[in-house]
C-alpha cells in the first residue's frame, strides 16, 4: 500500500490523496501543512506543531511514535467543519451523504478521526484513513460518533423525498407538539410552499441547490451557512434575499431569533438550517409565544385543514402577494389573498394525506 491503496475508486496514490486533501482543506478553509509518515499518509486538517519554528526537528517519524492518539468530545473547530460538511452535502471529496444519517455520521466521525490523528496511526492497518469502509469500521471510530452526533443526526434532507419531509414534520407536530392533524396539515401545507419544507432553504434558490441564490451584486453564488447567518445589508454581504429555513423567515427579529435558538441545551447557530427538528421546535416557540391567535386555531379541535391553512398563511407567514401597495394585508375577501387560500390549501390537503397514508402503512 505504500505505492497506492485500491479503493472502488480505483488506485489512490499517496501524492494524489495529498493532492485531494490539500483541495479539500483550501475549501474548508483549515491549515495546508503536510507531514509525511512512512506509510505514505499525509495528514488532513493537522494541527500546527507545538515547538518553536527554529527548532522544528526533522524527524517526522519520532514525533510519530510518541504522538498519542486525540479521542473525546470535538472541538469548536471541529464543530464547525461539520456545519461546512453538511452544507457541501459531503464528508470529503468520494464521501457524499445519503439518506442514511448513520452512515452520514460514521463518514463525518471518521474524517474527524483521520484529521485528528493522521500522523499517529504509522502503525495501524495500512488501509486505516485510506479505504473508507475499513475507516469507518474501525471501532475507534465508531466510538466517536455520538460525539459528533451530540448536536444532532447528520442528515442530507435534500436527498430525502419531499414527503419523507413532510412525514417528519407532522410527526414532531403531531406527537411531540400536540397539535390535532388538521392543524398540523395547514401549519406544514405552507412550509411547502414557502420552503418544500427544506430547513436549509435560502430565498430565491432552487430545492436541488438550497443554498445557491443571488449575493447582493446580482450574481448567484453559493453561500455557508455562516455567510447565510451573517447577512447584512449594511454591508452587502451574504445572500440578496433573507428569507430562510422551513418558513422563510424574513424579518430581523424573526431571523435572527432563529439562529440563537436553543435546541438540545446548546444554541446552534448555523448548525440549525440543517436540523429540521430544531426549527420545528423554534416554529412551534414562535406560535406559543408570539402568536397566541393563530396557535389557538391549530391546536382547536375541531380546525378544518383548510381553515388552520389559511389561519397560518394569514396572521403567521403573511407573503407579500396578500399585501397592499402600502404593505398592509388586504381583506380575506379580497380576490388576491382568496387566490393565494386556493393554492396553498390543496398543499394541506396533501400533507394530510401524506401522514395519515404513512401511519397507517403496513411495516
Known sequence: MKRGSSTSFGVVSPSERAQADLFFNDLMGMPSRRAPTRSGRVAAWPRQPTWPAESEPE??????EARPLIEGPLTDAEWQSIVLMLGRGEAEIGSAFT????????LVAARIFCARNALSLENEDPLLCV???????????????????LRGPIEDWIHQTRD?????????????????????AGLVGNLQAESGVLPQRIEGSDGSTPLRAKNFAGNTVDFTAEEVMNRSTTART???????????????????????????GVVLGPRILFDLDGQVDY???ELRTRFAGVQAVLTSPTVTIDGACDEVLYNFEIP??????????LPRSDARVTAVFS?????ARNAHAVFTASTTATP
Open 99 to 106: 439518506t442514511d444519517a448513520n452512515r452520514n455520521a460514521l
Open 283 to 285: 416554529l412551534v416557540t
Open 320 to 329: 407579500g402577494a396578500i399585501l397592499s401597495p402600502a404593505r398592509t394585508k
Open 164 to 184: 419523507a419531509r413532510i412525514v417528519r414534520v407532522m410527526t414532531l407536530l403531531v406527537n411531540t407538539y400536540s397539535y390535532p392533524v388538521n392543524g398540523a
Open 343 to 347: 393554492k396553498r390549501r390543496p398543499l
Open 59 to 64: 524527524d517526522f517519524e519520532a514525533i510519530d
Open 131 to 149: 479505504v473508507k469502509d475499513v475507516t469507518m469500521a474501525d471501532r475507534r471510530v465508531r466510538a466517536l460518533v455520538p460525539h459528533v452526533t
Open 238 to 264: 451574504g445572500p440578496k434575499m433573507p428569507g430562510i429555513g422551513l418558513a422563510q423567515w424574513t424579518s430581523g427579529t424573526r431571523r435572527s431569533g432563529l439562529f440563537t435558538h436553543s435546541f438540545r
